[in-house]
């Protein structure tokens, strides 16, 4: 019990020390200002059709530099690719020329290469 009154006494010193006075105040004419301002702020503004389509021109502008981006850089990576292709048939024709060419001395005799040779004339 003792506690409790020392607890009331320490809030009434402190009431005692702010008083009974509202810290808090309302600016002059704010509730007859109150709706004009809201009127003011929630009315409908008009917007232009460019500040409608602002959005989509802008995506639109995007997609249209990645495709031109791709199509500029597509070639090169084509002909990269295709070059290396072209590399890698050429090599692949030279080393079935080089084993044609082995299997046929390997296989055929010399008198039969020159009567095939002599036929040929």
Do not use: C, H, W
């Not at 105040?25 to 460019?50: C, G, L, M, R, W």
């Not at 024709?93 to 296989?107: S, V």
């Amino acid at each position: 019990m003792k506690e409790k009154g020392k607890e009331m006494k320490k809030s009434d010193d402190i009431l005692n020390k702010i008083g009974n006075k509202n810290p808090f105040s309302v600016p002059e004419n704010y509730f007859e200002d109150f709706s004009k301002k809201i009127a003011e702020q929630t009315a409908e503004k008009q917007v232009s059709f460019f500040e409608k389509t602002k959005p989509i021109l802008y995506f639109a502008a995007m997609f249209a530099g990645f495709i031109l981006i791709f199509q500029l850089l597509m070639p090169l990576t084509s002909n990269k690719t295709t070059s290396m292709g072209i590399e890698n048939n050429l090599a692949d024709n030279q080393t079935k020329q080089i084993e044609y060419r082995e299997f046929l001395l390997e296989n055929i005799d010399e008198e039969s290469m020159i009567e095939y040779l002599l036929a040929e004339k």
